[in-house]
């Protein structure tokens, strides 16, 4: 028998405000990495290709995570790793600011992408014990912090690149407000340590399965949008070089938008209506984007993109974080594992179909996805 845990003492509003903060700060430790990623490449002399295989080395180090969190997350808890991970997570940032060559940046990333996934599945596990005190939708507001961290880091990242702060300086200083919050704040987690461990590995069910490829879909075409969004805009679209970007930075506009919307839209709605929704929106953007790739058509759908992927991660974690057949915290990362195999393979797939027909055929799959989304959520029972 399991023995009864403590009572978390503090309000739910408090949980959900640290909750709040811990997302943010994970997001600024990513988006603090991504803002210096031109500046490291210029300083190691990479060329693209080499950059390519690099930050390649980012989600491996994600994807050999997924099954050691789902296991020490049932011997320590989330609130024990969200502070142990998160703590690895922006000192691995600071310590890319270090690496003098690519050997070292290879291994770092590794380890930056490793941490990443244990904040990951750890920070959602108490997102999903903040909502279940509040008995409605909020796990997407959540990850709605996490996108404004991305904007946040962006601004900071441009800022210290204008003064020309070395991306060590830069990183430090990050590191140090994310070490001094989790000071600040780690004692307002709720634990939630099992006194006894479940097994290392549990199938998933044919509920956290369906989850699992509704998030991998959608993942698909989050990283098509990441990754090749600015070079459709360039090559396809035919923007202007002043304006390549608008296209990118549309999508992360609505994409966060939607993130804060989509917790009463899904309360009010349901789930799989929201689910079936997303993926509309999805689809209907990317044709858009496919049939006029012109900058103003193109734009608008990018938008609808952006609001079409925004609520589909957050609410599947939701889901799997209700599961009846694992914990919380194993369902996440069963459900992680599946996703985030949609992020690691999409963008080279698109590449591949780029190369061999055209930027638009890849886009027409993409668009696909975004039906399938559609599909599988109107199949699940959810």
């Known amino acids: 028998m399991n023995a009864v845990l403590p009572t978390y003492k503090f309000s739910r509003t408090t949980l959900r405000a640290i909750v709040g903060v811990m997302f943010f700060m994970t997001g600024l430790c990513f988006a ?39 296991w020490i997350i049932t011997r320590i808890g989330s609130r024990n790793l969200l502070i142990a ?69 962006a601004a900071i990242g441009t800022f210290m690149i204008g003064r020309g702060i070395v991306p060590l300086h830069h990183f430090v200083m990050i590191m140090l407000v994310v070490l001094l919050t989790i000071v600040a704040t780690s004692r307002f987690l709720k634990f939630d340590k099992p006194a006894s461990a479940g097994p290392a590995f549990v199938m998933p069910d044919k509920s956290l399965i369906k989850l699992g490829l509704i998030a991998f879909c959608s993942m698909i075409c989050e990283g098509a949008m990441f990754d090749w969004s600015v070079i459709y805009f360039k090559k396809v679209v035919l923007a ?65 993109v952006g609001f079409g992927v925004s609520s589909v991660v957050p609410l599947v974690y939701s889901a799997a974080g209700k599961s009846k057949t694992m914990s919380p915290g194993v369902a996440i990362a069963a459900v992680s594992t599946i996703a985030f195999m949609g992020f690691l393979v999409g963008p080279p797939v698109i590449g591949f179909i780029a190369g061999a027909f055209s930027l638009r055929a890849s886009f027409t799959l993409i668009a696909l996805m975004g039906v399938c989304v559609t599909a599988f959520s109107t199949k699940a029972k959810i």
């Open 32 to 70: 603090s990495w991504a803002s210096r990623i031109a500046t490291i490449q210029q300083t190691l002399k990479l060329s693209d290709a080499a950059l390519g295989g690099v930050l390649f080395s980012l989600p491996v180090g994600l994807i050999c995570s997924l099954p050691f969190s789902g």
């Open 85 to 153: 991970s998160l703590t690895i997570y922006c000192i691995t940032l600071s310590v890319l600011g270090l690496c003098t060559n690519t050997i070292q940046l290879i291994c770092c990333l590794l380890l930056f992408g490793f941490a990443s996934n244990a904040v990951n599945i750890s920070v959602n596990t108490q997102a999903v014990a903040a909502e279940e005190m509040y008995g409605r939708p909020i796990l997407a507001s959540f990850h709605g912090l996490w996108s404004l961290a991305g904007f946040t880091g």
């Open 240 to 304: 202007p070089q002043e304006i390549m970007g608008l296209g990118y930075t549309a999508f992360m506009f609505t994409m966060a938008t939607g993130r804060f919307v989509a917790d009463s839209f899904s309360h009010r709605f349901g789930l799989k209506r929201t689910l079936q929704l997303s993926g509309m929106l999805t689809a209907t953007g990317l044709a858009i984007a496919v049939i006029f790739p012109h900058i103003y058509t193109a734009l608008g759908g990018f938008l609808l």
